[in-house]
């Protein structure tokens, strides 16, 4: 009888470390598995922000570019002795124009610019 018993406990010790070596692998297979799909995720939103970061700094690089144009613009405008006529020639008008461009068509920073009209 102890014999028996003894077997008996031994297969049940037997099964239920089978058992529990197969929930582990399937465990850590699973917990592999997640950590793979953040990986991936965390790479893929890398991506994107490197592009949108490289994209901000070519737009702030030609931003600068049109802003200084018409900000020379601007201070010779200004610096004319003829600035307190309220009277919009040829020049003020484009140079208006220039500066509403320039905000709206900033390329590839905003892709959603505000409408002309």
Avoid at 66 to 81: A, G
Avoid at 83 to 99: I, K, P
């Amino acid at each position: 009888m102890n014999a028996k018993l003894i077997a008996l406990i031994a297969v049940l010790a037997v099964v239920s470390g089978a058992f529990w070596a197969g929930y582990l692998k399937g465990w850590y297979a699973h917990s592999e598995h997640v950590n793979r799909q953040a990986r991936a995720k965390r790479l893929e939103a890398e991506k994107a922000v490197n592009t949108g970061e490289k994209k901000a700094v070519d737009a702030n690089v030609a931003a600068k570019v049109i802003y200084r144009t018409v900000y020379r613009n601007v201070v010779k405008y200004v610096d004319s002795p003829n600035r307190s006529v309220c009277q919009f020639d040829d020049d003020a008008v484009q140079l208006r124009q220039r500066s509403i461009d320039a905000a709206n068509h900033i390329p590839g920073f905003d892709d959603a610019a505000v409408q002309d009209k």
